[in-house]
């Protein structure tokens, strides 16, 4: 059967989106990690003091150390996810819609916790403790932005014509009674 050009237009978002992601978010988690001289050193001749400085005393926090880790490592995972599950989705695995589903919910979810939960509690504890201001503050329409590939993606990938199509065939040998 042929690929849908919603699945084809989706996967490849999803390729490049979590490819870019992974990537990413496995160099943050090398740099979190080991704090290379070399990032320090960049870091402290290309930003601005106050960044430098921050950066410094947040990386030497064990406690804001280990939940930049957390964070990193969960939205990683999601991007591998994601990476994993679209192209699993262009081969038209069943797998793959189940990576997308997976990847989809667990974004969404996260997202909510991120802004209802994390956001008053651990992210503003850590602006009082390194007297930083709440740059951080997202209006509305960003969080929305930031939503739109997932919902679209479960939408899209609820309608019952591409359910059938990454439905799974039992092929397993019919059992003597």
Same mark, same amino acid.
């Given at each position: 059967?042929?690929?849908?050009?919603?699945?084809?237009?989706?996967?490849?978002?999803?390729?490049?989106?979590?490819?870019?992601?992974?990537?990413?978010? %496995?160099? *943050?988690?090398?740099?979190? #990690?080991? @704090?290379?001289?070399? &990032?320090? $050193?960049?870091?402290?001749?290309?930003?601005? +003091?106050?960044?430098?400085?921050?950066?410094?005393?947040?990386?030497?926090?064990?406690?804001?150390?280990?939940?930049?880790?957390? %964070?990193? *490592?969960?939205?990683?995972? #999601?991007? @591998?996810?994601?990476? &994993?599950? $679209?192209?699993?989705?262009?081969?038209?695995? +069943?797998?793959?819609?189940?990576?997308?589903?997976?990847?989809?919910?667990?974004?969404?979810?996260?997202?909510?916790?991120?802004? %209802?939960?994390?956001?008053?509690?651990?992210?503003?504890?850590?602006?009082?403790?390194?007297?930083?201001?709440?740059?951080?503050?997202? +209006?509305?329409?960003?969080?929305?932005?930031?939503?739109?590939?997932?919902?679209?993606?479960?939408?899209?990938?609820?309608?019952?014509?591409?359910?059938?199509?990454?439905?799974?065939?039992?092929?397993?040998?019919?059992?003597?009674?």
């Amino acid at each position: 059967m042929q690929r849908p050009r919603s699945i084809t237009v989706i996967g490849i978002i999803g390729v490049i989106w979590g490819l870019v992601g992974t990537i990413g978010g %496995l160099g *943050g988690m090398l740099a979190l #990690l080991t @704090a290379p001289e070399w &990032f320090m $050193a960049w870091l402290k001749r290309e930003a601005s +003091p106050e960044l430098a400085t921050h950066f410094t005393q947040v990386i030497g926090d064990p406690y804001t150390r280990w939940w930049s880790v957390f %964070l990193t *490592g969960v939205q990683t995972a #999601l991007n @591998a996810m994601l990476l &994993f599950g $679209a192209i699993g989705l262009l081969r038209l695995q +069943p797998k793959g819609w189940w990576l997308m589903m997976g990847y989809a919910t667990g974004a969404i979810l996260w997202a909510v916790a991120d802004r %209802l939960v994390l956001n008053p509690t651990v992210y503003q504890s850590f602006r009082e403790r390194y007297q930083i201001e709440d740059r951080t503050a997202r +209006p509305v329409p960003r969080f929305t932005l930031g939503l739109l590939y997932p919902v679209i993606s479960s939408y899209i990938l609820t309608r019952p014509k591409i359910m059938a199509l990454y439905k799974q065939d039992d092929d397993s040998p019919p059992q003597e009674g």
